[in-house]
């Protein structure tokens, strides 16, 4: 079918895809998609219909019209909260999936530019309707509380995915699709050659997600190569399929209602103990892997899908330097809910707390790494001393690993603060852990901190100065990485030295967050999400080289008609 007879959706969303490109150049606030899940933006209905929807998935075999299968991946999800979901997906075998795929991808990479950033922009929009039932998904796949779920999950991923649409259609249609060159010669009439350029996908793209934030970490990729003329695998983790598996629904009904094959997006859910993301990588036809995990697997993809351009995000070691603070109450409010929001369980996640040992000046009096560390505590204690409050923030820990994690870390026998495990009101069954705060020191304890401890744990560590602190700062994140780094200091030589070092570093930094701005938190199309400056990532969500390494432009030329060119 031509996709001519459908321009109705770059129509439809012209206006947003240019407020879009507008909005991420000047790096302003802007939104489409409304965060709150209420009446007045969502309709008096969507909440419960939402639910109802995600309710009618459970214990089912999930229903994609037309997907293409090998097998059946039977049930595997179990949600956080503390009950299984009993949902199955269509099987489709690694070399099955890429090259259904490519196959697809004839007419799809034909199309133009406008046409795929319209298709893009109609299937975000279809995301959004869909938004409370992603967010039970997300919430009963991953372990956030619903209002994270729902925010993360569903308009801020979209806002990721939106933001990505606008870099690529934006990249795309830098130059003209067609010129006339013409060169002066001294004797005779000037040469004229006539010119056309046309972007062209690189092929097949892989997205290989996580387990935590499945479609916030997962648009960008997806939405990046769709625009730019690539069909694309997503590869879910196995225990959150199905936040993915909506989204591919919705994705593949908007491409046939534009008159395209709906295998330009597939879902490639692997069996349980089954692990295709290797063979997916580096099958020869695949040529762009985006990746959100674990460092180790994350440079294996950098050194082995040697046939693709690889993005990741991976692990790192974030960290805060504390000098001083002419508001201790509000940095102690505001770091208990940075490590509190969803146990700690982020990429973003502060870990390490730089603090000199001998204490440092704040307008309570002057704090000792000792002292910090408890006053550290006592703010946990107050922000999580309410239950429907603090499983509101903490949500449920997302599978053992974090468990065995927290119980290892307690065992170090430095203990601050200790975790507490909690009942959820709603879920007496979901494992729900306070964060935990060990204190250690900077050269005695190194090994310790120089890993990451993904979840609710983290490190006050004793140093002998902030001048130390920083260059602990610098020196880890240049070995082991980092998404984010924090600075609380009064005196503004120490705010340069630290921005000079977060340069130096590759990583981005927050100064003094008192208020209700954390630093775990990014927003859409005004803050950058990895810097590919540092291990941590090789991209960055999201800036123009996420997206210009997904194309090419091919150029072809001829020599204009002779009857046209005194008009040259």
Known sequence: ?????????????????????????????????????SASAYGAEASGLGEAAFRGLLGHPFLIEGHPATGTVPATEVSPYGFPLGVSYPYL??????????????????????????????????????????????????????????????????????????HAWNEQTRHPVAA????????????????????????????????????????????????????????????????????????????????????????????????????????????????????????????????????????GLNTVVVDSTDDYAGLLRNLAFSLSLYSGQMCTTPQNFLVPREGFPTDQGRRTADEFAADLGAALDRLLGDPARAAATLGAIVNDGVLKRVAQAAELDRTAHPSRRLTHPDFPDAAVLSPLVVRLEAEADEETYTSEWFGPVSFVIGTDSTAHGLRLLHDTVRRHGALTASVYATDEGVLEAARATALEAGVHLSENLTGAVFVNQSAAFSDFHGTAANPAANAALTDPAFVTGRFSVVQSRRHAPAEEHVDA
């Open 1 to 37: 079918m031509s996709t001519d007879q459908h321009p109705d959706f770059f129509v439809r969303h012209a206006a947003l895809l240019d407020q879009a490109v507008e909005c991420a150049a000047d790096r302003t606030y802007w939104t489409p998609y409304p965060e709150t899940p």
């Open 93 to 166: 075998a690694p070399d099955a999936a890429v090259a259904t795929a490519k196959s697809a991808a004839v007419t799809w990479r034909a199309a133009s530019p406008d046409t795929r950033a319209g298709v893009a922009a109609e299937i975000l929009a279809r995301l959004n309707e869909a938004s409370f039932e992603i967010a039970h998904a997300v919430q009963h796949t991953t372990g956030q509380p619903f209002m994270m779920a729902f925010q993360a999950g569903g308009p801020h991923a979209q806002d990721r995915g939106l933001e990505a649409v606008a």
């Open 180 to 315: 006339r060159w013409s060169k002066p010669q001294r004797k005779g009439g000037p040469l004229v050659m006539d010119k056309t350029f046309t972007t062209v996908g690189r092929g097949v793209a892989v997205l290989i997600a996580c387990n935590t934030f499945p479609t916030w970490n997962g648009y960008p990729g997806l939405f990046a190569s769709l625009v730019t003329g690539n069909p694309v695998v997503v590869k879910p983790h196995r225990r959150a399929v199905l936040p993915l598996a909506i989204t591919v629904r919705i994705a593949r009904e908007v491409l046939a209602e534009a008159g395209f094959d709906p295998d330009v997006v597939l879902l490639a859910a692997a069996k349980p103990e089954e692990r295709t993301a290797p063979a997916l990588a580096t099958h020869p036809d695949v040529r762009i892997v985006d990746f959100t995990g674990s460092s180790e697997f994350g440079d294996w993809l950098e050194t082995n899908a040697r046939q693709a351009v690889v993005h990741t995000e991976k692990s």
